[in-house]
């Protein structure tokens, strides 16, 4: 059982928009801790998508998009293309678990 | 390019320690600002992390392991090692290392995966 609560699946059409929520609580999101967004790729390590809730880093197409509100994080992705599909995992810091924390993962479909 | 690459047994009998070390080339591990990290990933199951470094050797280790878990540095080598005492099944897993901004931060650089497995 993940401290962060995502979503096992979402799927979408090519060309549509899907979100990932990623829900915490008041000792990591709601504390204000940033949370950071990686997709992996089947057998692959996995690749930094948004960090700081809201920033890509270079390289990363701007069809992805973070935000964060109380406790908790959304990923976005417009323009959903067959590449997308992936599993995609949030990350932020827990005080009372005093440690790093990750979402339980998203198998992203793109249908 | 900075990159990660990490080595050691791929299999581990259980009560043993398992041992990995991940070498950085394309930049110094000494870099301030950045950590070291070690994350692990079960075998169809999500991330979890294990612990970091600084390159002064400051650590922080993930609480539901630290009893069992070092984490070193070598700056002369621009390598850092993990080891993981008493491992069992429970420890089979895909291990990675990666460069963390802020010991809590996100990974920026990852190496390759390494399976490493349990079994006698």
């Known amino acids: 059982q993940s401290v962060l609560t995502q979503p096992p699946s979402v799927s979408g059409a090519p060309g549509q928009r899907v979100t990932i929520s990623c829900t915490g609580s008041s000792s990591n999101i709601g504390a204000g801790y940033d949370v950071h967004w990686y997709q992996q790729l089947p057998g692959t390590a996995p690749k930094l998508l948004i960090y700081a809730n809201s920033n890509r880093p270079s390289g990363v197409p701007d069809r992805f998009s973070g935000s964060k509100s109380g406790t908790s994080a959304s990923l976005a992705i417009t323009g959903l293309q067959a590449e997308d599909e992936a599993d995609y995992y949030c990350?932020?810091?827990?005080?009372?678990?005093?440690?790093?924390?990750f979402g339980g993962g998203t198998k992203l479909t793109v249908l | 390019q900075l990159q990660l690459q990490e080595s050691g047994p791929g299999l581990v009998k259980p009560s043993e320690t398992l041992s990995l070390t991940c070498t950085v080339s394309?930049?110094?591990?000494?870099?301030?600002?950045?950590?070291w990290g070690w994350i692990r990933q079960p075998p169809g199951k999500g991330l979890e992390w294990i612990g970091s470094i600084y390159y002064s050797g400051s650590t922080y280790y993930n609480p539901s392991l630290k009893s069992r878990v070092t984490i070193s540095v070598d700056t002369s080598k621009n390598q850092f090692s993990l080891r993981l005492s008493s491992v069992t099944a429970a420890d089979t897993a895909v291990y990675y290392c990666?460069?963390?901004?802020?010991?809590f931060g996100e990974g920026d650089y990852w190496g390759q995966e390494t399976l490493v497995t349990v079994s006698s």
């Open positions: 990350q932020s810091y827990d005080t009372s678990l005093s440690g790093v924390i």
């Open positions: 394309g930049g110094s591990i000494s870099s301030s600002s950045y950590y």
């Open positions: 990666a460069r963390q901004r802020g010991w």
